[in-house]
């Protein structure tokens, strides 16, 4: 008659020990633990299935090779993005297998957001029309890996910096902030700072238009001093007869 009330209270001291031990190892993990192998522990006390990503050790071959196949999967998304639908790009990038890629997980999860835009980046093109450019950089921009996103950006703000391109920028990116704020969403420090650039520019452009004024004036006034002190000198040595 006791049998099950002894089996249950060894089973209530298993799961107890289980959780201590998995706590114990969580609080004292070690740089060396492996983080998909505690939350392989983790999940085995809660009791869920476990994804089946965290089977895998991050320095295994198998999750090395599949990493290297979703950054080239995401790559090939990039490249066909314009010429792909929303649906095909879905399809070619499985988020289940991301889990322990949260670089390549960010990426895939911004190429879908984007995809839903595809709509408003039309529309954007039709209302600004042969100026256009900015929709142009911005299409370009967001297929970009962080990193090289980065020197884009920075490449574009030099080429507004000749003042070929300034007004057509910044005029653009007003109206994707007020008729486009998803789009806007997207990139908004880059074009707020697009936005600001023209006035930016024209104050420092005042600023070395009065420093090249204020030296033209020094240096006149420092000719002026030595030619008018030659030609005083000059006078002088006539007249004592030299």
Not at 6 to 11: F, I, K, L, N
Not at 18 to 37: C, G
Not at 76 to 97: G, V
Not at 180 to 199: D, G, N
Request: net charge neutral.
């Amino acid at each position: 008659m006791t049998e099950p009330a002894e089996t249950g209270s060894a089973d209530r001291e298993g799961r107890e020990e289980q959780i201590r031990t998995y706590i114990h190892r969580a609080l004292f993990a070690t740089d060396m633990e492996s983080p998909a192998e505690l939350i392989r522990a983790r999940e085995v006390v809660l009791g869920r299935d476990l994804p089946k990503t965290f089977l895998q050790r991050r320095d295994s071959e198998e999750y090395l090779q599949r990493r290297e196949a979703n950054k080239a999967k995401i790559e090939e998304c990039r490249t066909k993005f314009w010429d792909l639908t929303h649906e095909q790009l879905q399809a070619m990038l499985d988020l289940d297998s991301l889990d322990q890629d949260a670089d390549l997980q960010f990426s895939a999860e911004r190429l879908i957001h984007v995809s839903t835009l595809r709509g408003d980046f039309s529309e954007l093109a039709k209302r600004l029309g042969h100026k256009d450019r900015i929709a142009r950089v911005l299409k370009s921009l967001i297929m970009l890996a962080p990193r090289e996103a980065a020197g884009f950006r920075e490449a574009e703000l030099r080429t507004m910096r000749t003042g070929q391109t300034d007004k057509e920028m910044k005029l653009g990116a007003i109206r994707i902030r007020e008729e486009f704020p998803a789009i806007f969403a997207l990139e908004s420090s880059w074009l707020t700072e697009v936005e600001a650039f023209q006035r930016r520019s024209n104050r420092v452009r005042t600023y070395h238009q009065a420093e090249s004024a204020t030296n033209n004036w020094v240096v006149w006034v420092w000719l002026s001093l030595v030619l008018g002190g030659a030609a005083i000198r000059y006078i002088g040595r006539l007249m004592r007869g030299e």
